[in-house]
């Protein structure tokens, strides 16, 4: 029984199909599939029925996939533990926001790539939240306020925001004052979110209302400079906008409590080589200052 074989079959797995495990792997459809016959043929067993949709598990498959990871897992953790620390090896699939990702990590990734030649690292920009075992992913870069789950969460910076709305809006409807006036108010949201202010040295906790939703940072920037409700957003995305007056910060005497950076990971007693070192480049990078609009590119 090859590890490869294995890998590849944990892929498949995730995936839900061939054609989407070879895209991860960096193969072609055939070797994916000669891989898996191979292992089936060792083993005697089915564990992957094809469909015209894709591959779904048998009940052998659903058992032996949690087995497997885990083998491909200690093999890389036994790999990593008699390499230098300098020598990172494989691949890195990191999901990261669509709103900061490109500007923000996307260098980060760039000098990782750079001063390890042999680790390919394939990076997706997305705001929704991954899942990270059933998508394939090694790692994934959240900010904001972390929903409770069973990852394993590493703080690398602080991220600041700002409540806004535009000249416009304001000159309609007022501006709120307090978090209460806030309900009263059309908010732009992500979807259901809480919002967070510090009253003296208490957080206060607001479910906005409003008619325009959208899953990505940059989409609500837009709604608030064209004075659809007021936005609760991150500094980097809005302090230009604050620059140039196209946005106001409001509600400043209730500011926005800090939020966080994170590297997520499933959980695992050792966490892989390579995610530990993108972690401390991240902290590196933003540990002090966190996000701001002025250091993007960098």
């Excluded at 898996?36 to 779904?56: D, F, I, K, N």
């Excluded at 230098?84 to 669509?98: F, K, M, Q, S, Y």
């Excluded at 304001?170 to 059309?186: K, M, N, R, V, Y």
Aim: hydrophobic share 45%; charged share 20%; glycine share 8%.
């Amino acid at each position: 029984m090859d590890i490869e074989e294995l890998r590849t079959f944990v892929e498949v797995a995730d995936a839900r199909g061939v054609t989407a495990a070879a895209r991860r792997l960096g193969v072609s459809k055939s070797i994916v599939s000669r891989r898996l016959a191979r292992l089936e043929q060792h083993l005697g067993v089915q564990l992957l029925a094809r469909t015209t949709h894709g591959a779904a598990l048998t009940e052998a498959g659903a058992t032996f996939r949690d087995y497997a990871a885990r083998v491909c897992i200690e093999i890389d953790n036994a790999k990593e533990v008699i390499l230098p620390w300098e020598d990172v090896r494989g691949r890195l699939r990191v999901a990261a926001p669509l709103s900061f990702g490109p500007t923000h990590f996307s260098p980060v990734f760039s000098q990782m790539a750079q001063r390890h030649p042999d680790l390919h690292i394939h990076a997706d920009y997305s705001d929704r939240f991954v899942d990270l075992v059933a998508e394939g992913y090694d790692c994934a870069i959240r900010v904001g306020h972390l929903r409770d789950s069973t990852l394993i969460a590493r703080r690398v910076g602080p991220i600041f925001g700002k409540l806004v709305a535009s000249p416009a809006y304001i000159e309609a409807h007022g501006a709120p004052e307090t978090p209460d006036e806030i309900l009263s108010h059309q908010a732009v949201t992500q979807g259901t979110e809480t919002w967070q202010f510090m009253d003296g040295d208490k957080i206060v906790m607001v479910h906005p209302q409003g008619r325009y939703k959208a899953d990505n940072g940059i989409s609500l920037v837009a709604a608030a400079l064209d004075g659809v409700g007021i936005a609760y957003l991150p500094e980097g995305l809005v302090a230009e906008h604050i620059g140039s007056g196209a946005l106001v910060p409001i509600m400043t005497r209730h500011p926005i409590p800090p939020a966080g950076i994170f590297v997520l990971r499933a959980p695992s007693q050792h966490p892989a080589r390579k995610v530990k070192i993108l972690t401390e480049m991240l902290i590196e990078r933003f540990g002090h200052s966190g996000i701001s609009a002025a250091d993007q590119g960098k």
